[in-house]
């Protein structure tokens, strides 16, 4: 059962416009949401992060937004630029016990961006 | 570089088979994490050890084992392997065991024969 959904394995978009990236959770424990980036041949890294008490998140170009009521979070790039090729893993935090919090990831999405 | 380094980037080796899997962490990182990537699936949380204490399970198999040493390293070892066992395995670390980002490693391929 998979508890992170990210729909759309890949997208597509201009230079310069903005590229949204969806990503759907089914499990109300999730607390504190993450975006890594990956390119190939390397580790995901880290982008930004929202806590479930916020709606939104901002870092440069990178904004996240969360609808808590929808389960859903979106990532949101403006202006996507040919680097910014890669996957985009969403990732969900729970609590699995103590102090610890374990992370469940979706599938990704390849996102190009065509100069 | 994220800091987090691991050791083989590939390994190829036969059905039945044992291998370990070695990780870095961080300079400072005390928790360590495993994942697995296999074909066309997202990371699949395995393992968590902190300061050398296992702190939290995934769905990691019976066959799979992990441990902490005192230098903060980690390994995964994963015996009798079989075909499905081929995938990506990825390490991450961070400061402690809170809402904090994880850090990952470039991974281990590991391609069973």
């Known amino acids: 059962d998979q508890q992170v959904k990210q729909n759309s394995p890949s997208l597509s978009v201009q230079e310069g416009r903005i590229s949204i990236l969806n990503c759907d959770y089914t499990?109300?424990?999730?607390?504190?949401f993450l975006w890594y980036k990956k390119y190939p041949a390397e580790g995901p890294t880290f982008l930004i992060s929202?806590?479930?008490?916020?709606d939104k998140n901002e870092d440069g170009r990178f904004t996240v937004f969360l609808n808590k009521s929808a389960k859903h979070l979106s990532l949101h790039i403006v202006p996507s630029q040919p680097g910014d090729s890669a996957v985009y893993f969403c990732?969900?935090?729970?609590?699995?016990?103590?102090?610890?919090?374990?992370?469940?990831f979706g599938k990704g999405t390849l996102l190009t961006v065509n100069p | 570089d994220s800091g987090v380094t691991q050791t083989p980037k590939h390994l190829i080796t036969a059905t039945g088979q044992r291998v370990t899997l070695r990780c870095s962490p961080r300079s400072g990182d005390l928790s360590v994490y495993w994942y697995q990537q296999s074909l066309d699936q997202g990371l699949q949380f395995l393992i968590q050890?902190?300061?050398?204490?296992?702190?939290a399970k995934g769905n990691i198999l019976e066959r799979f084992s992990a441990q902490q040493f005192p230098d903060l390293h980690s390994e995964l070892n994963l015996s009798s392997l079989e075909l499905g066992d081929s995938a990506l395995y990825f390490c991450?670390?961070?400061?402690?065991?809170?809402?904090?980002?994880?850090?990952f490693g470039d991974g281990t391929r590991l391609s069973i024969l």
């Open positions: 050890y902190y300061n050398g204490e296992e702190r």
């Open positions: 991450a670390s961070s400061a402690g065991t809170g809402h904090q980002p994880q850090h």
């Open positions: 990732a969900a935090s729970e609590k699995s016990g103590g102090s610890n919090y374990k992370l469940t």
């Open positions: 499990n109300s424990m999730f607390d504190y």
């Open positions: 929202i806590s479930s008490i916020k």
